[in-house]
């Protein structure tokens, strides 16, 4: 049994992550082993993404309390939603955390996307898994640097190729 004090405690720290989150997904874990569970929050400490297990309960009341700065948290109603209910917060990364989510889900049928919110902007379970499908902003931000470095590469071959081709001239003009 957890204490009227644990519970305000519990409910504070979900109302500091829900006031400094980018992203948090929310996904039913029912069904999940112990060690796959462990699992999934290795891979999301890896990535500084909390995953936090609460009553729904306190998911709700948390909500209430944060909707009082956040609008998108004002119609959320976890209580309402199947399952046992898991919450991820993405700090740094919108898309990160339900990538990470969605390709765990993959190998493991058990945990189910519901819902989220990315931005203030809810989303439906089909929506999450469609942002889930997009590249993650590290994998643009590589993508992007190689477009543009790759004219570059291609100048410094083409001036070098010339360069070693005047080396061979005078080479062969010495001999």
């Known amino acids: 049994m957890i204490t009227k004090e644990k519970k305000k405690e519990i409910v504070k720290d979900l109302i500091d992550k829900l006031s400094r989150q980018k992203s948090v997904i929310f996904f039913d874990y029912t069904g999940l082993k112990v060690n796959q569970f462990q699992e999934l929050r290795e891979k999301l400490r890896e990535e500084n993404i909390d995953c936090t297990v609460v009553k729904k309960s306190l998911i709700d009341l948390a909500l209430k309390k944060a909707a009082s700065t956040e609008a998108a948290f004002k119609n959320l109603k976890i209580r309402d939603l199947p399952g046992q209910v898991g919450l991820v917060f993405g700090y740094e ?83």
């Open 93 to 175: 990364d919108e898309v990160l955390p339900a990538k990470i989510l969605y390709d765990f889900s993959k190998k493991n049928k058990d945990l189910k996307i519901m819902t989220g919110l990315i931005q203030s902007e809810y989303l439906e379970n089909e929506a999450v898994i469609s942002l889930a499908k997009l590249p993650t902003k590290k994998e643009l931000l590589t993508k992007l640097i190689n477009s543009i470095s790759a004219p570059i590469y291609g100048l410094n071959n083409a001036l070098q190729g010339n360069l070693r081709k005047l080396v061979y001239i005078l080479k062969s003009c010495n001999s």
